[in-house]
């Protein structure tokens, strides 16, 4: 039996495990392990609960003798709840997360064994993480780095296993001179900005409004492979994708996985990782099967967007460790399989006022509709003028899959509003203002109706815009399954963050020179719409004709990730982040750097798992092959078959046109990757791997894809996509 059959065998022998929910009600399983505001307001004092709550809510600062009673409140909490180890919970911009564990255990001055949890521990930490990338920022000699407590995430116990549960505490990675290196503290800075922005708009419209909190949905879409079908297929195992395999016969081409029943197997892994979200105080919502064969998506109710961000980092590392109970392996690559659907991560957002408005919720009253177009238009605006900012903050060697490559959809940014919407703005633009109609229903009348998630997914064009109006939201489709969230996000608070600045500038503007209200803030509206108008498009974004008509209207395509990355660097982006406050010059330019040797990292993986596989996997095994099928030839020319043996000659033939091009070009490939290797510019570098390496990619799989159906599937060394796609 090869590796193959026998991880096929294992796979196929699994049965679904039955599994018991920890309680009937999920509301007492709810944020159980969390260090929530309920906990807090049992174990502190009131003035402590005061001041931390107040922390939360207004960025204040927290003193030392707060800090104090904070640590060893959850200290005692963490150790009632079985906790040994705790550490400081951050997200470097290696797009995982990162933690280094430290006992409570300690030995004081007489020897003797004590817990003991600092303030000064929850508040700062120095850990030795000195390889996390840093474009540059944190030579290491200069200093370590440090992680910074956020109070505004509660902390929370995470299950190790057999190795018992660590206390994690959310919290900013910063370099010593206060630089940051991670993705929540730039976060955490644009939604401070944002809500002070949107917060003075909003007081055109209603005065009462005193902050307004950005929220975030994020849906995860992933694929699930059998633990030994993954083992079987090296090249998942070491690049997150299977960089060969020819497609099964049948694909998603009957669409009948799509929301179809879900099997019991992955049903009780949904149920499991859910109940272990759930404790976490992850509002996990609604599982489905995805379009591809597979494929699967998760999604919690929508929260605050800081909050929102590091549940969707935990659910992936919970995803990923509940899988191993079930022998799953869950796999957030963007395009683990050519040929079929790749993941993506749906970021629907919008805005959120103290007194429950959401901000992009359009309503009945001709007056709050204003508030809501200006909303509307600041973000159109926004996004049109910093289209390519945008790009860049979900640019990435793995994403780049499904953007502008083969079989995915263009890499233009184009926004969705839906045609009742888009009316309804060019009536503004001709007539000054919108009328609602008496009785008319405003829902109605913007074709949302009552139900808006079917007319929504019916409507399949929408589906291919990659950033959408969804009735009260914005939905940012094309951030990828395995990016953090974050980065798409810091880009879309900032942006808007600077509009609705620029909006209240121009307004107090206007107002000064004595014009009245309504018309200064329609005259605005009208010009956001006019000069943002060619970013709007409702076809199909997939088609040929929608790339044409992209590049007349001036809009950028921009399909290379070492090409998108350039707009960090840019200066309008560098004035509008400085503007705003959320990353200087330094910071975006090692933010540059880092994700362009991300890009070169994963492909050069991605070149030398191709080699391997290609020469010792593939052709290895196609030879010993041939030499069976030479033997069967040369028997039949014994027996005086020659013409019979003609059509087993032509097959070693083929075998060989292939195999002569395949040891070529993967020679061909290492020369391209040895020449990237010596540059030293970091764009220069990207650039040639990403052409000159990448570009033996496709070419190679060819060949490989065509030795697959030309030799016996017995003998052929690595999973087959049937065998991987369909079992569940
Ligand atoms: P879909 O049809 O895409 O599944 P849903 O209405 O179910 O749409 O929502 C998808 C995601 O959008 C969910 O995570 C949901 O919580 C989130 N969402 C809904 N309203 C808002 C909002 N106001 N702000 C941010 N996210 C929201
Ligand atoms: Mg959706």
Redesign the pocket.
Known sequence: MTFRSNAYETALSRIAPTLTPPTEKVADLYGSNTFSDEVMRTLLSTEAYTKISNAIKSGSTIDREVAEEVATAMKSWAISKGASHYTHWFQPLTGTTAEKHDSFFDLNSEGKAVEKFKGSALVQQEPDASSFPSGGLRATFEARGYTGWDPSSPAFLMDNGAGGKTLCIPSVFISYTGEALDYKAPLLRSLVMLDKAATSVCQYFNREVDKVTP?????QEYFLVDKALYYARPDLLMSGRTVFGHSPARGQQLDDHYFGSISPRVNAFMADFEFEALKLGIPV??RHNEVAPGQFEC????EEVNLAIDHNALLMDLMQKVGERHSFQVLFHEKPFAGINGSGK?N???L?TNNGI?L??PTTKPKENLRFLTFLLTVVKAVHDHADLLRASIASASNEHRLGANEAPPSIVSVFLGGELTAMLEELVSKGEVTVEKGENFYYKLGISRI??LQ??NTDRNRTSPFCF?G??F?FRAVGSSQNSASAMIVLNTIVANQLMEFKREMDERLAAGEEKKSANVAILKRYYTESKRILFEGNGYSDEWVALAAERGLSNIRETYDALHAFIEEPTIEIFRKVGVLNARELHARYEIELENYVKKLQIESRVIGDLALNHVVSTVVKYQFKLAQTARALSDLDMTEEAEPIKEIIREISKHVVIIKRLVHEMTEARKNANVIEGFYEKAKAYGSDVKGYFDEIRYHVDKLELLIDDEDWPLAKYREILFLE
């Open positions: 929220t975030l949905g994020i849906e919502r609604t999604a919690p109710t929508f749906h629907n957002w919008s959120s959401n992009l919720a808006p998630n929504r997914d969804t009260n939201k939905e």
